[in-house]
């Protein structure tokens, strides 16, 4: 088992920034990419950012230039570093990771809340 823990989040007026946190403990022996989802209220989750094991990194279009997701992989611990934040951001951010070598498993955190105000 994988345990997620997210911290950071909280109400930021429009235009500020954000550092959320997430730090796997447990069977985390071959995490192949860590990262963020959002679910708005009314929406579908969707893909925020990831960061692979290699260093890679992706970003939804809808945040790109304004987010930035980072990794310690020493911690096992992924950052998301959010600037010029919109009230169009706010929504729940969970954070995940995909762990294996041959068979895959996705874990999830608790989510973290986001509020934007305008």
Same mark, same amino acid.
């Given at each position: 088992?994988?345990?997620?823990?997210?911290?950071? =989040?909280?109400?930021? #007026?429009?235009?500020?920034?954000?550092?959320?946190?997430?730090?796997?403990?447990?069977?985390?022996?071959?995490?192949?990419?860590? =990262?963020? @989802?959002?679910?708005?209220? =009314?929406? #579908?989750?969707?893909?925020?950012?990831?960061?692979?094991?290699?260093?890679?990194?992706? @970003?939804?279009?809808?945040?790109?230039?304004?987010?930035?997701?980072?990794?310690?992989?020493?911690?096992?611990?992924?950052?998301? #570093?959010?600037?010029?934040?919109?009230?169009?951001?706010?929504?729940? @951010? @969970?954070?995940?990771?995909?762990?294996?070598?041959?068979?895959?498993?996705?874990?999830? =955190? #608790?989510?973290?809340?986001?509020?934007?105000?305008?």
């Amino acid at each position: 088992q994988v345990q997620l823990v997210e911290s950071g =989040g909280g109400l930021v #007026q429009a235009g500020g920034s954000l550092r959320l946190s997430c730090a796997a403990s447990g069977s985390i022996f071959s995490i192949t990419v860590m =990262g963020w @989802y959002r679910q708005a209220p =009314g929406k #579908q989750r969707e893909l925020v950012a990831t960061f692979t094991s290699r260093g890679t990194t992706n @970003y939804a279009d809808s945040v790109k230039g304004r987010f930035t997701i980072s990794g310690d992989n020493a911690k096992n611990t992924v950052y998301l #570093q959010m600037n010029s934040l919109k009230p169009e951001d706010t929504a729940v @951010y @969970y954070c995940y990771t995909t762990v294996g070598t041959t068979t895959f498993n996705r874990y999830w =955190g #608790q989510g973290t809340q986001v509020t934007v105000s305008s």
